[in-house]
């Protein structure tokens, strides 16, 4: 008798349509544990900006890779990759279903399909670029990247200056645009992956990601900031909920100001989400309430 496929049960969707309220209700349903592949939620200093789980959402479902790393250090998606691929390998050893969930594009592109081999740059390109983009902003470097490799602009999710850098310091150190590395065929791996996508009205998911601005800030978001003022240079600092407060501590935008970039960024990550995981793979998608049909579609994908 042929042993049966297990299943990589992965939830993505733009910030705040409810991700995670999802990814606990199938762990719970399936009996499973849950991965985070959300690229600022490893960090535990980072806890009001980056919307993670409550304690007693974690205590619902096991969750792995929450808290699982210092701001000090860099995690990146090649190292999620290795780390998360050990882990479901003992994951699977128990559950026949795994729930991954996350927006971040290319932490779930790791683990799903692997990433292109590219070549490390030293601190110090790093730190170039990153005082380029504090000095000329991120338009500047975009201008930049679609100078040397017009593909990956066209690409890549541009409004995020980690990938902007990186594919710079790629070139840098190489010669050779970022576009030259990217895989034509994806690493086969011992699982299946199935995709569901969560979505909703644009107005209602805009005024999802308001609402949830404005009660970061009652939890205490500026405060949480100011105590990670050491680290603006940590790649994962330099993002949305965090950049723009930065800039108020620096009396570059008044507090009211970065407030309301705050919403305006988080609508466009939102919108350049939407749009990365309609392109990627074979995403399904559902409404977030949609619990019992989401279900339904993954009892009949794994018979």
């Known amino acids: 008798m042929l042993k049966k496929e297990k299943l990589l049960l992965v939830v993505v969707g733009p910030t705040a349509v409810g991700k995670t309220a999802m990814a606990i209700a199938l762990a719970k349903h399936y009996k499973t544990e849950i991965i985070s592949a959300d690229s600022r939620q490893f960090y535990k200093e980072m806890n009001i900006g980056t919307a993670k789980p409550s304690e007693q959402e974690l205590a619902e479902a096991k969750h792995h890779f929450i808290d699982s790393h210092s701001i000090a250090e860099v995690y990146s998606a090649g190292d999620f990759e290795r780390d998360a691929l050990v882990l479901l390998d003992k994951l699977f050893s128990s559950n026949e279903i795994v729930v991954m969930v996350g927006g971040s594009g290319l932490f779930v592109r790791a683990l799903c ?144 100001e970065a407030i309301d970039k705050v919403k305006q960024n988080s609508r466009k990550y939102a919108k350049r989400q939407i749009t990365w995981f309609k392109k990627y793979g074979n995403t399904i998608w559902f409404e977030p309430q949609n619990i019992n049909d989401i279900i339904g579609f993954v009892d009949r994908s794994v018979k």
Do not use: C, W
Request: hydrophobic share 40%; no cysteine; net charge negative.
């Open 113 to 256: 399909e692997g990433l292109d081999d590219l070549p490390k740059a030293p601190a110090a390109i790093r730190e170039h670029y990153n005082k380029l983009y504090e000095q000329k902003g991120l338009l500047f470097l975009q201008e930049k990247l679609k100078e040397i490799d017009p593909v990956y602009y066209t690409q890549t999710d541009i409004g995020n200056p980690q990938r902007i850098i990186r594919a710079l310091e790629v070139f840098e150190v190489s010669g050779m645009p970022m576009s030259s590395f990217q895989k034509s065929n994806v690493d086969k791996r011992p699982f299946k992956v199935l995709t569901i996508g969560l979505n909703m009205d644009r107005a209602q998911l805009y005024d999802r990601i308001n609402k949830r601005v404005d009660h970061m800030m009652e939890q205490g978001l500026l405060e949480e900031v100011k105590r990670l003022v050491q680290y603006r240079k940590q790649p994962a600092l330099l993002t949305v909920g965090y950049a723009e407060f930065f800039d108020y501590l620096d009396g570059v935008l008044s507090l009211e």
